[in-house]
């Protein structure tokens, strides 16, 4: 059975920088592409960023491009996003996600995607 932890979030202000963290027991993580997705109040899911098996590739959301960084340790099953220069807007509950097929611009449109966590909430306030 597949257990995901994210941890990280919390209340900032404009500017400031957070990590978030995934640890993700349960399955060969080294063998999964990787993903952040986000869900602001009254928004829709929608994808961060995703990083591939290996970490040779990565991805963001246009909105995040720049301030966001992905990065992965298969080690320790843990994955990470670097969060800096965070935007009112980036206020979101953030989750990890093994549903990542293909690390593209496709997976940016969907809407519907498979996550096992509670995820972290981040607040980001002007």
């Known amino acids: 059975q597949v257990q995901v932890v994210e941890s990280g979030g919390g209340s900032v202000q404009r500017g400031e920088s957070l990590r978030l963290s995934c640890v993700i027991s349960g399955l060969a993580v080294g063998d999964h592409h990787l993903g952040w997705i986000r869900q602001a109040p009254g928004k829709e899911r929608g994808g961060v960023s995703c990083?591939?098996?290996?970490?040779?590739?990565?991805n963001y959301a246009d909105s995040v491009k720049g301030r966001f960084t992905i990065s992965r340790d298969n080690a320790n099953n843990t994955l990470y996003l670097q969060m800096n220069s965070l935007k009112p807007e980036d206020t979101a509950v953030y989750y990890c996600?093994?549903?990542?097929?293909?690390?593209?611009?496709?997976?940016?449109?969907?809407?519907?995607?498979?996550?096992w966590g509670l995820g972290t909430r981040v607040d980001v306030s002007s």
């Open positions: 990083l591939t098996w290996s970490g040779a590739l990565a």
């Open positions: 996600t093994t549903d990542v097929s293909a690390c593209s611009a496709a997976w940016f449109k969907r809407r519907i995607f498979n996550y």
